[in-house]
């Protein structure tokens, strides 16, 4: 179907299709006491400053600190049970074209710089044994697949014509990929061969997957949340957004789902109660961050 203009030019801005140019940022130090506390921390990437920002998620969040190094177009960030973040870098413009950098908690430079396999990378998920899958916006598209630790893929998934902008993982390992037709696909542990879940969504955007498989999904076209019981087509809830919902990231205890939504030129951080929430909360405003988010950790099944 056809993407109005809005969606299609904020949907090409956050998968690196249009070109950005980026800042530079001063580096500051990071908290490495907090990174590896049981609190929960919320990671906010900035594409055009080539920049993370940490801050913590309580009632009223302040920033801990920042992570400039490695960082060229940060696209999504994922944060593990180890409390690692990982970043996808598409290096539009740059003279790198695309990367993942893992971060150990408390740190500012990279442990870990994947390449092999990586082009144009946006979409971005990790599994509970700390396997790294990657979306290439790149043609033909792919997904890849890397053991925890590895650089070098261990699984592509061919994609073709229709690459995948956002990923996330089930309790079972299977994979689920928003793709830029907007639809949404499930890949079984291990498998290269998808299937369309034919969700009800007008045009599926970011995605996340609790662990009873039930699907949150954002609706590009409708500026919605939607959500999808286990095994089911039709959302049993849709929650319209004041603005235009980029990223979401659901927390680990599965009680919080946080999304970026643009407003205007700026972007912000909001909070829902999950599952029962209807009405999101402001939690982080101003000119920080843009769509990347992460919390710490995130849902890790």
């Known amino acids: 179907g056809s993407v109005p203009s809005g969606a299609s030019s904020a949907r090409s801005r956050?998968?690196?299709?249009?070109?950005?140019?980026?800042?530079?940022?001063?580096?500051?130090?990071?908290?490495?006491?907090?990174?590896?506390?049981?609190k929960n921390l919320i990671y906010w990437g900035n594409n055009v400053s080539n920049m993370v920002?940490?801050?913590?998620?309580?009632?009223?969040?302040?920033?801990?600190?920042?992570?400039?190094?490695?960082?060229?177009?940060?696209?999504?960030?994922?944060?593990?049970k180890s409390r690692n973040l990982y970043v996808t870098n598409n290096g539009y413009?740059?003279?790198?074209?695309?990367d993942i950098t893992v971060y150990a908690p408390g740190t500012t430079s990279p442990k870990l710089t994947i390449t092999d396999g990586v082009d144009n990378p946006t979409g971005l998920t990790v599994d509970a044994a700390g396997t790294v899958y990657c979306a290439n916006v790149t043609f033909p598209a792919t997904i890849t697949e890397y053991g925890a630790g590895k650089t070098a893929p261990s699984l592509t998934i061919p994609l073709q014509y229709n690459p995948a902008e956002y990923l996330a993982i089930?309790?079972?390992?299977?994979?689920?990929a928003s793709t830029l037709n907007g639809s949404v696909w499930e890949y079984h542990s291990g498998s290269?061969?998808?299937?369309?879940?034919?969700?009800?969504?007008?045009?599926?955007?970011?995605?996340?997957v609790d662990r009873s498989g039930n699907i949150v999904v954002v609706d590009e076209n409708a500026a919605t949340i939607d959500f999808f019981p286990a095994g089911q087509t039709t959302p049993s809830k849709t929650i319209s957004?004041?603005?235009?919902?980029?990223?979401l990231s659901l927390s680990k205890d599965e009680k919080k789902l946080y999304a970026t939504v643009q407003s205007g030129s700026e972007f912000m951080v909001?909070?829902?109660?999950?599952?029962g929430g209807t009405t999101l909360t402001t939690k982080v405003g101003g000119s920080t961050g843009d769509w990347p988010i992460a919390v710490s950790p995130d849902a890790v099944l």
């Not at 879940?197 to 970011?206: D, R």
């Open 14 to 38: 956050a998968s690196g299709l249009t070109a950005r140019q980026g800042g530079s940022a001063q580096t500051r130090g990071w908290i490495a006491p907090d990174a590896k506390k049981s």
């Open 53 to 80: 920002a940490i801050f913590s998620a309580g009632k009223n969040p302040k920033q801990k600190g920042q992570i400039t190094d490695g960082l060229s177009s940060p696209q999504r960030l994922f944060v593990d």
């Open 93 to 98: 413009g740059y003279a790198v074209y695309g």
């Open 170 to 176: 089930d309790a079972s390992d299977n994979l689920y």
């Open 192 to 208: 290269t061969t998808g299937t369309n879940l034919n969700l009800q969504v007008s045009f599926g955007g970011a995605l996340a």
């Open 241 to 247: 957004v004041s603005g235009f919902p980029f990223a």
């Open 270 to 275: 909001q909070e829902l109660k999950y599952p």
